[in-house]
């Protein structure tokens, strides 16, 4: 399954009769994409539906035995728990997950990367150190949730919608953020789940997004930040400063100290320009949340379409949400740049396999109940159409959460499934650009680095445009795949160069930094 596949999807129907999508001619479903009632015939495939199927959802097109495979995007999608006949529903009722080999067949698809004829550019703004960033913070973190209310009040004294002289003369600073969380304390002081808070919040303080950063603690937690700083190789500087509410004499001198570092930060941050720089500069996270039957065809190809030409230009894509690659992650081996790379891929696989049988868990239990709703019955369906958003290219290298991406290229960083965790991983391992798929309509932000958000649907964007980038919809009535995904990658070089996006203009971004949580809180 790739990219180019989708750009002459087979269609049904028109706008005045229901219409189907077949995406492979070996699938046993097509997909509604206008509410079939019972006795509609769909002449292109020979069959009348039986019973109500929903926009979104799958129609068997074929009989299906109990216990035999159904496929979609030519692949397993999961085994007929019943028998199913053609026009019947196929959803989880009828359809359950199952085991089935996987052939990982190692860098065996793996291409030379084709790089663009004509270069690509952005505005953006160029660090002391060559790094570049796409927006131009002051960001305040703390070490332990104890912190977390005077990073709170620190950040508000700067808020231009509440105090708008504060920030009056320094109209290159985007704003100042706190970034809080729930932990820090009372974990293993030794143990990984540590370590990945310290490795996170080290990507977020020397992030290139960020101008100027506070970290600040309690005093007496686990979490102490000298030894945060020393694990990720930071000093005390102009432009990190670090200090606790024990030493500083309490709550009130700690905000009075913060709104005082910043204000001797601000000069210098808003002493910056823009600049053109290349494409190859952008390290974008990919993302996809509140998904429905439509992300894999629409959404999730256009942004793979965009992906592909970001790798040409020299630039990152950095797919991540591990279990929701799960029993697709074959079509990644496949295009893994070596072996050994591919291997790295299904070491995270194992990893999550054994994570979730030590918690009584199971990696099918995936999709959740608004997937569900949107037409996605099990994870395998899940994540064969999630994966459509990391394009054709080769995978070039694996990371673990937070790790800083140093790669050029498509890489994969092993997170957890759940959004706001993923993209905080990404950021820290250095995105500067977040492109967040969504069909049943996510609200989501990603402070210090902007997300574009794009629309699986045109009744989504109509009814939630406000929330809304980028309308994919269109391809479900018959535009280009390829067409819309060379103007998502515009849309990416015009973000990065400091258009505000959705999420931006109603100030989302703070609340949704949520470092990964896996160690054992006593």
């Not at 690659?325 to 696989?349: D, P």
């Amino acid at each position: 399954m790739n990219t180019t596949t989708f750009d002459t999807l087979e269609r049904a129907g028109s706008h005045t009769s229901p219409r189907v999508i077949r995406l492979n001619a070996l699938d046993d479903v097509v997909i509604a994409i206008d509410q079939l009632v019972s006795g509609t015939a769909i002449t292109s495939e020979g069959v009348t539906a039986s019973g109500l199927i929903p926009p979104g959802h799958k129609m068997a097109t074929r009989p299906i035995e109990t216990g035999q495979p159904v496929r979609r995007y030519g692949q397993i999608i999961g085994f007929a728990s019943q028998p199913i006949k053609p026009g019947q529903h196929v959803h989880s009722h009828n359809l359950t997950m199952g085991d089935f080999t996987r052939d990982y067949a190692y860098a065996h698809d793996a291409r030379p990367t084709v790089r663009a004829t004509e270069p690509a550019y952005f505005q953006g703004i160029v660090r002391d150190d060559g790094r570049v960033a796409t927006r131009n913070y002051i960001g305040v973190l703390t070490s332990v949730n104890c912190s977390a209310t005077v990073a709170r009040a620190i950040a508000d004294h700067f808020r231009r919608d509440v105090h708008p002289e504060a920030l009056a003369d320094f109209p290159n600073v985007d704003g100042v953020v706190a970034l809080t969380h729930s932990s820090g304390c009372a974990v293993d002081s030794e143990g990984e789940g540590l370590k990945i808070l310290q490795r996170t919040l080290g990507g977020y303080a020397c992030h290139p997004n960020f101008a100027g950063v506070l970290v600040i603690g309690l005093g007496c937690e686990t979490n102490q930040i000298s030894t945060l700083l020393k694990s990720q190789g930071l000093k005390d500087n102009g432009r990190l400063r670090s200090f606790t509410i024990q030493d500083t004499g309490g709550t009130t001198q700690t905000i009075a100290r913060g709104i005082e570092l910043i204000r001797e930060m601000l000069p210098a941050a808003n002493a910056v320009h823009r600049e053109s720089v290349p494409a190859s500069h952008l390290l974008v996270g990919l993302q996809c949340g509140g998904s429905d039957g439509y992300s894999g065809i629409s959404a999730n190809p256009v942004l793979g379409v965009a992906v592909d030409m970001l790798v040409a230009h020299g630039g990152t894509a950095i797919l991540s949400e591990t279990p929701e690659i799960y029993g697709a992650e074959h079509l990644l081996t496949r295009r893994a740049e070596t072996v050994e790379i591919g291997q790295k891929l299904v070491e995270r696989i194992r990893w999550w396999e054994a994570h979730c049988a030590r918690s009584g868990a199971a990696m099918n239990n995936n999709p959740s109940a608004g997937n569900k709703s949107g037409g996605l019955t099990t994870v395998l369906e899940k994540s064969l159409g999630g994966i459509a958003k990391a394009g054709s290219t080769n995978l070039v290298d694996v990371y673990e959460y937070a790790q800083h991406v140093d790669a050029h290229g498509l890489v994969f960083m092993d997170t957890p499934g759940y959004d706001p965790v993923s993209a905080t991983g990404q950021v820290a391992g250095g995105a500067n650009l977040i492109c967040f798929t969504t069909g049943r309509g996510s609200a989501y932000g990603c402070a210090p680095s902007p997300s574009i958000k794009l629309a699986t649907n045109t009744a989504l964007w109509e009814r939630q445009s406000d929330d809304m980038d980028f309308n994919c919809g269109e391809v479900l009535s018959g535009a280009s795949i390829t067409e819309l995904g060379a103007q998502v990658f515009q849309m990416m070089l015009e973000t990065a160069s400091g258009k505000a996006s959705r999420s931006e203009i109603h100030g989302y971004g703070q609340q949704e930094f949520v470092p990964w949580q896996i160690s054992v809180i006593t």
